[in-house]
């Protein structure tokens, strides 16, 4: 009886441990439920948000760069345009100026813009560099390479770039300063030039297109200016005050070449002294700011006003 009642005490016993397992499996896969969302461990978190922040900048970076290149790019597309412009404005001027001179125009018609690139000229030192330059060739040949053989042999200088008789600066230039300068450096550059071919023993024969009536007081203003020494001194006879400037020095230089003489350099800034054919000849055409020798280099640096 008594195994009997200790086996019927284990199977009444069984249930109790079964439910009591029943629960404890219960609880156990109460463990395995997941929650909504995702834990990450504060170094994870933090080298998220850097890496949120980096990519933040990165885009910013990107977005200023490209800002940048644009406005560059439009600035750079302007400059390009404007250059164009100066130097479509720069040939047409010096077109012009080509044109009148040949054709010993007036310079009343001169486009404002024109006489902008003629006082930059002046102002930024160009028009003093090609005088010095002009200097340097005409001693360079006729006092070094040309030698001067007898008194029949000359230079042919145009007197009225002495003058100023065209008045060019005062009809060309709207500032009296630039004026001033253009003139100062001009008869500085003009007295050096007739004192080298004296020195290297040259004769020079002095021509105008002024009037014989003048011929006392340009020879006192001559005089004046430190001009001495000259071999002639041409000026319009009243019988030749009629007929163009082009014809007069034409005239004029076959009579020279009639009485025996070499005429061995013509100098002038004026086209009308120049473009009498002359074999044998050196032409040396003289600065002048009606030229508008701007250099293309500096015309993107220059401000007109």
């Not at 009809?171 to 001033?180: K, P």
């Amino acid at each position: 009886m008594s195994a009997h009642g200790n086996e019927m005490e284990r199977q009444f016993s069984t249930p109790s441990h079964s439910t009591g397992g029943s629960s404890d499996n219960s609880d156990m896969g109460s463990n395995y439920i997941i929650d909504s969302g995702f834990y990450m461990t504060p170094l994870t978190a933090a080298i998220f948000i850097g890496a949120l922040v980096t990519v933040g900048v990165l885009l910013i970076t990107l977005l200023v760069s490209l800002t940048v290149m644009l406005q560059y790019c439009q600035n750079r597309s302007g400059g390009v345009v404007e250059i164009q412009k100066l130097s479509f404005d720069y040939d047409y001027c010096k077109a012009l100026s080509m044109h009148l001179e040949l054709n010993s125009l007036e310079t009343d018609g001169i486009p404002s813009f024109c006489k902008d690139f003629a006082i930059q000229y002046i102002r930024h030192g160009q028009y003093e560099r090609d005088l010095d330059s002009t200097l340097q060739l005409v001693h360079n040949y006729f006092c070094s390479a040309a030698k001067v053989d007898n008194r029949r042999e000359i230079v042919l200088m145009d007197l009225d770039d002495l003058l100023f008789a065209n008045h060019d600066y005062d009809d060309l230039l709207i500032s009296s300063s630039c004026v001033d300068e253009a003139k100062r450096l001009k008869q500085n550059f003009l007295l050096k030039l007739y004192k080298k071919l004296r020195s290297c023993r040259w004769p020079v024969t002095l021509i105008s297109r002024k009037s014989e009536v003048h011929r006392n007081a340009t020879i006192q203003h001559l005089t004046s200016a430190g001009y001495k020494g000259w071999l002639h001194l041409i000026m319009r006879m009243d019988d030749k005050m009629q007929i163009s400037h082009r014809e007069y020095f034409s005239q004029q230089q076959a009579a020279l070449r009639k009485e025996g003489f070499r005429i061995v350099g013509v100098m002038s800034s004026y086209m009308d002294a120049l473009s009498v054919p002359s074999v044998g000849t050196r032409i040396y055409k003289l600065p002048n700011p009606i030229c508008f020798n701007i250099n293309h280099q500096k015309l993107s640096k220059h401000k007109f006003r």
